[in-house]
């Protein structure tokens, strides 16, 4: 999921000339199979952003007699997360939400939760030496010097981007209706054919390069926003870098107050069980040709052991070895076992304390007139991103910190950063907390193909989304399909799984 800042650089460069999307209501009918009773429990493993919209799709399309229990190992809202500085608080995980992601802004109104107000600051992109690319206040210029710089690059990848994700706002339509896909490649392939499928598995930058995309301009402006958002470089898979291009433009926003609170509302409005636990087993029970599940799990702090059986499991946290979460598998086998791939390490430090501008080329302080820097993938950066903050409770009268004054300050690296790293980067500093994240996949790390959504009969695995792209909506997308694909299994609706040609029969039946 993206972990960044709205890099303001491209504010001229993305602008997706797109009509509203309307998002139809469809909860679908909690009515039982015809040829059985409804499912007596249902069980989520994850409470971050996708295992809460899975709990919220599962309450709408099931009803609400169907008991559903949520285990959560840690805090609820997983990779959205805050820290407190000075009595306030920041976000230390994913921290910027897009104007087209319909789900959240769905969220946020069945909630009743606010928009966080904006407060402006302009980018820089910054190579180790020298800054080599800043945003200015005024927007003519900016285009001349990109144009200049760069030639129509900006405009060919504008292009590419609004095609995808013109492509991809076809998911709304057909989650409206009922539409279900029992893998990401199906998914994928109903909005984009093998076109999507493909940039699954091709580098970004030679999708670019064939665009006719300058490599210069993929050096100094692309391979920044991957590092910022992903904290890789621009051989990831162009699909993943789509979404991450997408995310990087204006009409971005954030929830006061902080985005996990996303996560808690959803849950508390689908009157859901949760479980501060962590669940270690999983074993099917059979009875006649029905297949449960029992979870085995530890309660947290207590320690306490415990089993519970369902009917329906799905599996809202990463599964890969290196991630840890320590889901065994009992008395039968995964379609991959174990799950190929790694996921990212990447570092959130918040700063308390005065920047080093010096460090940037500026000597004074007081001149310095970026509010985030992003940097190139030079052997000589240690870091991605250094940024300021806002808090998430963002007041009439709050103004961002000048770079002479002590203000607080997020910076995204590979490792923590050691002292001789935060001396180079801030004169000093009061506080500094270091969260370390398995932020989303390594996408270079092995995977082949993208994972599984039906590990078993009625058990699902939500987080296969992050291979073909890691970010919030991605997981709320997820969430809605897996919750749609588990009502129809269960009522044995296999008409509205997988159907070819949706959008020709979606207009009909309009």
């Not at 009773?37 to 952003?49: D, E, F, L, T, Y």
């Not at 910076?411 to 001396?423: A, E, I, T």
Request: hydrophobic letters at 40%.
């Amino acid at each position: 999921m993206l972990l960044c800042l709205s890099p303001m650089l491209l504010l001229m460069l993305l602008v997706l000339m797109m009509g509203t999307t309307v998002l139809d209501a469809d909860p679908g009918s909690p009515h039982p199979d015809p040829d059985g009773s409804p499912p007596s429990k249902i069980a989520v493993v994850g409470a971050g952003i996708g295992g809460s919209a899975t709990a919220h799709f599962l309450r709408q399309h099931f009803g609400p007699e169907v008991q559903v229990d949520v285990y959560e190992k840690g805090q609820v809202g997983g990779r959205l997360a805050t820290v407190t500085v000075n009595h306030l608080q920041y976000e230390s995980g994913g921290s910027i939400i897009h104007s087209l992601n319909l789900h959240m802004q769905d969220f946020v109104k069945q909630l009743g939760l606010k928009y966080r107000r904006s407060v402006a600051g302009r980018t820089a992109v910054f190579n180790g030496e020298e800054v080599i690319l800043e945003e200015t206040d005024w927007y003519l210029l900016d285009l001349f010097r990109l144009w200049w710089r760069y030639g129509i690059s900006f405009i060919r990848l504008q292009m590419w981007v609004e095609e995808i994700m013109e492509k991809f706002m076809r998911i709304y339509k057909y989650q409206a209706h009922g539409h279900a896909f029992s893998s990401v490649e199906e998914l994928l392939a109903s909005l984009g054919g093998s076109g999507f499928i493909n940039m699954t598995r091709r580098p970004l930058s030679d999708s670019l390069l064939e665009l006719g995309v300058s490599q210069r301009f993929i050096d100094e402006v692309i391979a920044p926003i991957m590092r910022v958002n992903y904290g890789q470089n621009v051989s990831i898979p162009a699909f993943v870098g789509a979404v991450s291009l997408a995310g990087a433009q204006a009409n971005l926003w954030a929830v006061e107050g902080g985005n996990k609170l996303v996560c808690s509302g959803l849950l508390k409005q689908a009157n859901v069980n949760l479980l501060q636990a962590r669940v270690h087993t999983i074993s099917p029970v059979r009875s006649g040709d029905a297949v449960q599940y029992q979870l085995g799990f530890t309660t947290s702090p207590a320690g306490v052991e415990g089993t519970e059986t369902y009917d329906i499991v799905v599996l809202a946290t990463p599964l890969q070895a290196s991630v840890g979460s320590g889901v065994h598998f009992q008395g039968f086998s995964l379609p991959l076992d174990p799950l190929p791939g790694d996921y990212q390490r990447t570092v959130a430090t918040v700063v308390h304390g005065y920047l080093n501008t010096s460090f940037f080329g500026f000597p004074d302080p007081r001149l310095f007139p970026f509010a985030s820097v992003l940097t190139t993938d030079a052997d000589r950066v240690f870091f991605n991103s250094a940024a300021s903050v806002c808090p998430v409770n963002v007041s009439a009268g709050f103004r961002r910190k000048q770079p002479q004054e002590a203000g607080v300050y997020k910076v995204f690296s590979p490792r923590p950063l050691d002292k001789s790293q935060l001396k180079t980067l801030f004169r000093s500093y009061y506080s500094v907390q270091v969260t370390e994240w398995q932020a989303y996949p390594s996408y270079g790390s092995g995977q082949v193909g993208l994972p599984p959504v039906e590990l078993h009969p009625n058990l699902y695995y939500l987080n296969g989304i992050e291979w073909a792209g890691s970010a919030m909506e991605m997981s709320s997308v997820a969430a809605k399909n897996i919750a749609l694909l588990a009502y129809h299994r269960w009522t044995r609706q296999t008409d509205m799984v997988d159907q070819k040609d949706l959008m020709h029969k979606i207009k009909t039946e309009l």
